[in-house]
């Protein structure tokens, strides 16, 4: 987790210095492919090493609430993580603006990378792997995945990483049909949510004519209600479970429709009629992306009981990679489906609403919440 975040600060400090390496004159569109390709490689590649080090966050979180979180209470504590994820939505967008206005954007980037190192600090000294105590207990008892080998020689360490490579339950994972669903979940979820990161203050810029800051403004409501729906959903499920007594599978499958169904009916909505009042168009969207955060107790959680502690972050792992690609497939099609309808925004959310119909189907059906890889 530290390495990641290590690395995407010091991508985000590098970004504007890789941008300052571009010649504006080898962008002309009478410029060879291969003399843009190389002007823009830097950057590209600064990037690149970003998204890299973006990935291993949530993969790690998995595995961090499956060793320190008690089952009872994985869907909460799902929901608060993602809530964070809002948290820092929600404030981006109240902050940017102002400083692209004070600043510039690129003195912005070097602020977020900035911020970033400061607040791995403390992460560094506080934090530890696991909530036992290796010295106060007989370490036999420890699970295997979590026991003491910090001290264990070079060699060890290469045979362990080779006997876990030779023993992950690959093909299973990739037959298993509630792991398909979970997969077709987090894809449909990743198209709505990059599509609303990507093109809602767009979307306010060009239907309603609003400048950067009252776009981004209007965009803050959606993250609170991401926030705020995510940990109702987690608290709500995490109480079925343990005081009412309901199936696991049940609570999953109810959750994750509330997520995409109630969110499909929003953009619905938002499709058949493109509001006239910005705060009408507002309060849909805020609805979809309020809803859509239930997913933290559906296919969020659901990885915590389909692999034990070993497995559980190479699970969020297989099922996250064909959702991120789906994302930002997503965020392009979006691009060139309003170039192609005239900026026709009606259409576009009649897609995604129709997405997350489509993606909820294979989970109602084949998702179940029993063990699988322990």
């Known amino acids: 987790m530290a390495?990641?975040?290590a690395f995407w600060s010091f991508a985000t400090i590098a970004t504007p210095l890789t941008a300052n390496l571009?010649?504006?004159d080898a962008l002309w569109p009478t410029a060879a492919v291969a003399t843009v390709?190389?002007?823009?490689?830097?950057?590209?590649?600064i990037r690149a090493v970003m998204g890299l080090a973006e990935s291993v966050v949530l993969p790690s979180i998995q595995r961090i609430i499956s060793v320190w979180v008690d089952p009872e209470k994985k869907s909460l504590a799902i929901a608060t993580v993602f809530g964070a994820f809002n948290s820092g939505t929600m404030l981006a967008y109240l902050i940017s603006p102002g400083l692209l206005e004070e600043f510039g954007w690129r003195n912005m980037f070097y602020l977020y990378g900035a911020a970033g190192l400061i607040l791995l600090v403390p992460w560094v000294?506080?934090?530890q792997d696991t909530p036992y105590t290796p010295n106060s207990l007989d370490s036999s008892i420890l699970p295997a995945a979590i026991n003491d080998d910090e001290h264990a020689e070079d060699g060890d360490f290469w045979e362990k990483l080779a006997d876990l490579r030779n023993n992950t339950p690959w093909k299973e994972?990739?037959?298993?049909?509630?792991?398909?669903?979970?997969?077709?979940?987090h894809a449909a979820n990743n198209w709505g949510l990059y599509n609303s990161l990507a093109w809602t203050p767009t979307f306010y810029s060009e239907q309603y004519g609003l400048n950067v800051r009252?776009?981004?403004?209007?965009?803050?409501?959606?993250?609170?209600?991401?926030?705020?729906?995510?940990?109702?959903?987690?608290?709500?499920?995490?109480?079925l479970l343990a005081e009412g007594g309901w199936d696991r599978t049940t609570v999953r499958k109810i959750f994750q429709g509330i997520s995409?169904?109630?969110?499909?009916?929003?953009?619905?909505t938002l499709s058949n009629h493109i509001p006239e009042k910005a705060s009408t168009a507002q309060a849909l969207l805020t609805a979809a992306v309020g809803l859509q955060a239930f997913n933290a107790a559906g296919y969020g959680a659901a990885n915590q009981e389909k692999a034990g502690e070993k497995w559980s972050g190479l699970l969020y792992s297989l099922t996250s990679l064909p959702g991120v690609a789906f994302g930002t497939l997503g965020v392009y099609a979006t691009g060139r489906l309003l170039d192609l309808t005239g900026q026709d925004w009606s259409i576009v959310y009649g897609l995604t609403a129709s997405i997350n119909i489509v993606g909820v189907?294979?989970?109602?059906?084949?998702?179940?919440?029993?063990k699988e890889f322990d």
Do not use: E, H
């Open 37 to 45: 390709a190389t002007n823009i490689a830097p950057l590209l590649s």
């Open 214 to 239: 009252d776009s981004a403004l209007l965009s803050i409501t959606p993250s609170i209600a991401g926030a705020l729906g995510g940990v109702l959903a987690g608290f709500t499920a995490d109480r």
């Open 3 to 5: 390495v990641g975040v």
């Open 361 to 370: 189907i294979p989970f109602l059906i084949w998702f179940d919440g029993k």
């Open 173 to 185: 994972m990739y037959k298993s049909p509630a792991i398909l669903a979970m997969t077709a979940a």
């Open 22 to 24: 571009i010649q504006s």
């Open 260 to 268: 995409l169904l109630g969110s499909a009916a929003c953009l619905l």
């Open 125 to 127: 000294l506080f934090t």
